[in-house]
T-cell receptor, first 113, second 115 residues
Framework: TQLLEQSPQFLSIQEGENLTVYCNSS?????LQWYRQEPGEGPVLLVT?????EVKKLKRLTFQFGDARKDSSLHITAAQTGDTGLYLC?????????????FGKGTMLLVSP | EAGVAQSPRYKIIEKRQSVAFWCNPI?????LYWYQQILGQGPKLLIQ????????DSQLPKDRFSAERLKGVDSTLKIQPAKLEDSAVYLC?????????????FGPGTRLLVL
């Protein structure tokens, strides 16, 4: 079973601060995804990273996939209250390219005004 | 394009009762997933269908949980009898195909409380 460890579990910050959350595993993934889940809703895909060392930017969010494709980070610049939510990373196993995902437990982010 | 539909949105039952959840995936999506998300945790895959065939049901508690996707479109997940620890959000997701990569689209979920 491939496990994804996310840290921190919970993060409470003020609007305007920067933050980084992490997703780590001892297993190699063919791709890794980041989702955001707001209360009462299902997860929404933010990004997919597939190449070791890849960096993707989505406005104020920067995603990085580790060189060995075992870990990833999400950095948010100048957080806003709208960034509040549960951030989940999910990995597709090995080199299969198949759609089955393993999810981490998530980082709950609370951004206060 | 309509998203993944789920019903009901909320359900409260007593232990030992039965309950069923319904999911209609995005039109044209061959793969359908049911996840269980317990408070404070990430989604755990219960069962994955490719059309009307099961791809993975290794984490489905088969003594009490069952799922079907008879015509390869919508799906039903049933719990019988329910236990207290089944209280969770049940998420349905769909994707184009199991063989074309990991992008999944989630429904809003059904929140189940077992008393």
């Amino acid at each position: 079973t491939q496990l994804l460890e996310q840290s921190p579990q919970f993060l409470s910050i003020q609007e305007g601060e920067n933050l980084t959350v992490y997703c780590n595993s001892s297993s190699v993934f063919s791709s890794l995804q980041w989702y955001r889940q707001e209360p009462g809703e299902g997860p929404v895909l933010l990004v997919t990273v597939v190449t070791g060392g890849e960096v993707k930017k989505l406005k104020r969010l920067t995603f990085q996939f580790g060189d060995a494709r075992k870990d990833s980070s999400l950095h948010i610049t100048a957080a806003q209250t709208g960034d509040t939510g549960l951030y989940l990373c999910a990995g597709a196993p090995g080199n299969s390219g198949y759609s089955t995902l393993t999810f981490g437990k998530g980082t709950m982010l609370l951004v206060s005004p | 394009e309509a998203g993944v539909a789920q019903s009901p949105r909320y359900k409260i039952i007593e232990k030992r009762q039965s309950v069923a959840f319904w999911c209609n995936p995005i039109s044209g999506h061959a793969t359908l997933y049911w996840y269980q998300q317990i408070l404070g945790q990430g989604p755990k895959l219960l069962i994955q269908f490719q059309n009307n065939g099961v791809v993975d049901d290794s984490q489905l508690p088969k003594d009490r949980f069952s799922a079907e996707r008879l015509k390869g479109v919508d799906s039903t997940l049933k719990i019988q009898p329910a236990k207290l620890e089944d209280s969770a959000v049940y998420l349905c997701a769909s994707s184009l195909s199991h063989y074309t990569g990991p992008t999944q689209y989630f429904g809003p979920g059904t929140r189940l409380l077992v008393l």
